[in-house]
Each structure stands twice: as C-alpha cells, then as structure tokens.
Nanobody
Framework: QVQLVESGGGLVQAGGSLKLSCAPS????????MGWFRQAPGKEREFVAA????????DYSDSVKGRFTISRINTNNTIYLQMERLQAEDTGVYFC??????????????????WGRGTQVTVSS
C-alpha cells in the first residue's frame, strides 16, 4: 500500500505562485511514476502534469505548459509542482497520483492506481 499526502495549497492572487508537494509513505522502496490532477468545482478531474520514476520525462496539459513545473526527489519519491502566473482557472483541488505505468497517468482521465486526498488551490482574480 502507498499513501500519498499533498501539501502546499492555499489562497493566492492571480499572477502569483504556489508550490505543491506530494510525499508518499508505505512502499517507498518502490519507485513510482507520479503525477498531478486537479478538479475544479462542477468539473471533471483533469490531468495536469506527470513525471517518470527516473525524472527523465515530464508531460503537461496544454493549459499549464510553460507555467507549471513538475519535479521530484528520487530518494524518497517526493514530487513537486511549481505553479507560476496562476490564473483563476487554476482554482481547484489538486491530487497526487502514483502508478507503475507512466502512460496510465498521462493518457487516461483515470490517473494512477494510488491517490492522495488533495490540496485546495484558490486563485483570486
């Protein structure tokens, strides 16, 4: 079992920045492909960004490309999401996900097998 815990969310003005973290516990000896999804009120959960277990590949949704950066510390499987130039449309609950199959995270709206409980990001305009 893997438990994922997100942190770093909050309230920020449009144009501001936030950095989210996701730290796993449990099977941390296993390296996981990981990613971020988000869900805005009244909308479907959507893919935001993903990173392979080795950190050699990253993918982003078109809506965040150039503004968000995903990174990781491989020694403890912790991933980060640096969010810049935030917009009101970025408001939502951000979830961390992990899987052994990277393409499951990137190409599916279902995301990975493991999920965190999410952290709220609110961008005021």
């Amino acid at each position: 079992q893997v438990q994922l815990v997100e942190s770093g969310g909050g309230l920020v003005q449009a144009g501001g920045s936030l950095k989210l973290s996701c730290a796993p516990s449990g099977r941390t000896s296993t390296s996981w492909d990981m990613g971020w999804f988000r869900q805005a009120p009244g909308k479907e959960r959507e893919f935001v960004a993903a990173i392979t277990r080795g950190g050699y590949r990253t993918d982003y949704s078109d809506s965040v490309k150039g503004r968000f950066t995903i990174s990781r510390i491989n020694t403890n499987n912790t991933i980060y999401l640096q969010m810049e130039r935030l917009q009101a449309e970025d408001t939502g609950v951000y979830f961390c996900t992990a899987d052994l199959d990277y393409m499951t995270i990137v190409s599916s709206t279902e995301g990975g097998y493991y999920w965190g409980r999410g952290t709220q990001v609110t961008v005021s305009s």
